[in-house]
């Protein structure tokens, strides 16, 4: 884990400079979350509005909304595919991504063009860079 002020980084994890993380599973799929700065800057959150499962993304593309007691913010598909699999818990308990946000992944995403994105995306220690830019 890298530490930038307040904020954990997670290594082995890819991240966008809008605050979410990509994690790359054996079999190829991708789940995805928000970090620890994102979740910090919103708050407690109140609720998440899962994607539909079966929706295609582009990568950029809105995946879906957390409410926080401050705000409603987008989350942003990583990479391009198919929403195969979401986290149903955080229904029930949005608080999860508070409490562990590398942890508490929202959706899983067959990627179409994997190996292209992942090369647009941050490692660990740039976006632990990026963080001190902002």
């Known amino acids: 884990m890298i530490e930038v002020g307040e904020y954990k980084v997670k290594e082995g994890l890819y991240y966008t400079k809008d605050h979410e993380w990509a994690k790359v599973l054996e079999d190829g799929t991708v789940l995805v979350g928000i970090t ?60 999860k991504i508070n409490e562990d946000p590398y942890e508490a992944w929202i959706a899983k995403i067959k990627p179409k063009n994997l190996e292209e994105e992942l090369k647009e995306l941050m490692d660990a220690n740039a976006y632990a860079e990026y963080l001190k830019t902002l």
Not at 42 to 50: C, H, K, P, S, T
Not at 65 to 77: D, L
């Open 36 to 95: 620890d700065y994102a979740q910090k800057e919103l708050g407690d959150l109140a609720y998440v509005e899962l994607p539909e499962i079966g929706k295609e993304v582009n990568k950029g593309d809105v995946l879906c909304e957390i409410e926080s007691v401050k705000a409603v913010s987008e989350v942003y598909a990583p990479v391009s595919g198919e929403v195969i699999e979401v986290n149903e818990e955080l229904s029930d308990s949005p608080e």
